[in-house]
């Protein structure tokens, strides 16, 4: 039977994008706020014996989530097939270590959530750092989206005379693979976190590499604290204003001027989150990795 795209609140695009590629119907629903803060959800297209795509991306999660897990719930409630979930941006992956005696550690907690809730699920590259894998931390079929194919798309478009950076060896993963699929040099630089908002860069020896185009590439942009750091320290070193491309477009709490304060000459983003930055558009290899998943639609 033909799947059904469900759109939580904002994700609206994404969806429509979703069921056009899949050929996938896309269904009607509600969610909104009781007067007294809870959450109210109804799905108005039939579920029943078909499959269920939930679309979700979890920026600034938390009042998302519950009426997420409503929506799921009902879901399955009205004898959906399988419920499955379009999470671009999976969040709560950074804390994935006890750091401090007493601290939770969200990343697994979360990834037990949202796999009870599910039956599978799509997102875009998480923060995977002391897990090698979603598979170490859910028990669904959790399936990861690359954008890095389609950042050196890109960069080869628009700035071939780049040179990527990384902002720390976290980023090495990802810079090693978008400089390839660029045909463009890299390095990777040196970062100490000092706090949620402060990290401190060091610069690795970029000489010879003056005459490119400087471009810092992250996972996740989210208090900018990593990147203007980076620009700050490119700066200080004489190189010209970087590019900024970031996967997730987090921009927790004025960032994104902070970080074209602090000298940025272009911010590019993927469409994980929509944001005014947003260049570069997933949607296609997003609906690949759902076609695996789902039965085929009619179209
Ligand atoms: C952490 O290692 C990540 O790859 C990012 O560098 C980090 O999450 C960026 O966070 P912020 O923008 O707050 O510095």
């Not at 990290?199 to 005459?211: F, K, N, P, W, Y």
Request: contains cysteine.
């Amino acid at each position: 039977m033909t799947p059904v795209v469900l759109a939580l609140p904002g994700n609206e695009v994404l969806a429509g994008s979703l069921a056009t590629q899949l050929g996938a119907e896309l269904g009607q629903s509600e969610c909104r706020r009781f007067p007294d803060g809870e959450s109210y959800v109804r799905i108005d297209t039939e579920v029943r014996d078909r499959d269920a795509i939930l679309v979700c991306t979890l920026d600034r999660p938390d009042p998302k989530l519950l009426p997420l897990l409503l929506m799921a719930a009902a879901a399955r409630d009205l004898r959906a097939a399988k419920v499955g979930l379009v999470c671009p941006y999976l969040p709560y992956m950074r804390q994935d270590k006890r750091f401090r005696p007493g601290e939770a550690v969200s990343s697994a907690y979360f990834a037990t959530l949202l796999g009870g809730a599910v039956d599978w699920l799509v997102t875009v590259d998480p923060h995977l750092h002391r897990h090698s894998s979603l598979g170490e931390i859910f028990s669904i079929p959790a399936s990861v989206v690359h954008a890095s194919p389609l950042i050196s798309a890109w960069i080869r478009e628009h700035r071939n005379d780049a040179f990527l950076i990384g902002p720390d060896s976290e980023s090495l993963q990802w810079i090693a693979s978008v400089a390839e699929g660029a045909g463009v040099p890299y390095a990777v630089l040196h970062k100490v976190r000092r706090g949620d908002r402060e990290v401190e860069i060091s610069l690795a020896d970029l000489a010879g590499q003056e005459r490119r185009t400087p471009v810092l590439v992250d996972d996740i942009i989210s208090t900018a604290g990593t990147m203007i750091a980076a620009v700050g320290a490119l700066k200080k070193r004489g190189w010209a204003p970087p590019v900024c491309i970031g996967v997730h477009a987090v921009f927790a709490e004025g960032a994104h001027a902070r970080l074209l304060a602090a000298g940025a000459a272009e911010i590019v983003t993927c469409d994980t989150i929509p944001h005014e930055t947003n260049r570069i558009d997933l949607s296609g290899l997003i609906a690949g990795a759902v076609r695996s998943l789902v039965a085929p639609g009619p179209g």
